[in-house]
């Protein structure tokens, strides 16, 4: 009965967050406040093609460059 009590409170939030139409950034934050952002970056990287998190993972490195050159000039 707890697991399907689990589920039901899981599917009721779920609809919620479909319905206010949460964006990347909210979603984002709720994901930290859960203390999940560790686990939910292992689950993504393993679950995903290695070839999707490597172009993430340079997407990331360029953006952080760029950055580094605008505190430089």
Do not use: F, W
């Amino acid at each position: 009965m707890e697991g399907e009590i689990k589920m039901t409170a899981i599917d009721n939030a779920i609809q919620i967050l479909k319905r206010i139409d949460i964006d990347g950034k909210t979603m984002q934050n709720i994901i930290e406040k859960l203390g999940m952002n560790d686990q939910m970056l292992r689950q993504l990287i393993l679950s995903n093609p290695q070839s999707d998190t490597i172009d993430l993972l340079n997407e990331h490195i360029c953006l952080n460059d760029k950055e580094l050159e605008k505190l430089k000039s």
